[in-house]
């Protein structure tokens, strides 16, 4: 499966807690949130939702494309957050 990101690095908010926060032990996830700069990997929509693998990379989608590759993601064992 396609599991590039083609985004450029970010650079880290004010209040970003920090770049390994972002990859730390599944039982302490604290992503940090999404923002208007984030872009959804199909379609360059406003991402709403992050798909994250156990590998360690992540997608990012819109909330059209969300639902509509969800169940897939799902099946691969992405954790997807959705926002609140
Ligand atoms: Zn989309």
């Keep these: 499966m396609h599991c590039s990101t083609p985004h450029e690095p970010r ?3 004010p209040t970003d807690p920090g770049p390994t926060e972002e990859y ?5 996830i604290t992503t940090p ?3 208007r700069l984030d872009r959804c990997d199909r379609c360059g929509a ?4 992050r798909a994250t693998f156990a ?9 059209h494309h969300a639902r509509a590759h969800a169940p897939r993601l ?6 997807l ?4």
């Design 74 to 79: 799902r099946e691969l064992g992405a954790a």
């Design 55 to 63: 590998s360690g990379c992540e997608l990012l989608f819109c909330g």
């Design 81 to 84: 957050r959705l926002p609140d």
């Design 46 to 49: 406003a991402a709403l939702v």
């Design 33 to 35: 949130s999404l923002t």
């Design 11 to 13: 650079s880290p908010e």
């Design 24 to 28: 730390a032990m599944t039982t302490s």
